[in-house]
Nanobody, 121 residues
């Protein structure tokens, strides 16, 4: 079993900052990719940022250098530092990990339950 738990979502004013965390645990042998996605009401879930095992980072165009993804490998924890938040950043933010487990050495996707980020004055 693999667990993915996000935290850090909150209500913040435009221009503010938040730091999201994603803790992965369970029977993980290796993590290939960890990433943040978001889903706003009426819109499809979209990639925000991802970080591969080899250190490759990808950001969505809308991030515009406002967000920073990072990882504490010792803790299997992923972070998303979000600065200069805008109302259009309002969404549920999800963490996805791609891992090999003790029961299967094929890469599998696991999602967290999401954390709400609301940017409003």
């Amino acid at each position: 079993q693999v667990q993915v738990v996000e935290s850090g979502g909150d209500l913040v004013q435009p221009g503010g900052s938040l730091r999201l965390s994603c803790a992965a645990s369970g029977s993980i042998v290796s993590i290939s990719v960890m990433g943040w996605y978001r889903e706003a009401p009426g819109r499809q879930r979209e990639l925000v940022a991802s970080l591969s095992k080899g250190g490759e980072i990808n950001y969505a165009d809308f991030v515009q250098e406002r967000f920073t993804i990072s990882r504490d490998s010792a803790k299997d924890t992923l972070y998303l530092q979000m600065n200069s938040l805008k109302p259009e950043d309002t969404a549920v933010y999800y963490c996805k990990i791609v891992v090999k487990t003790r029961s299967s050495l094929l890469n599998q996707d696991y999602w967290g339950q999401g954390t709400q980020v609301t940017v409003s004055s």
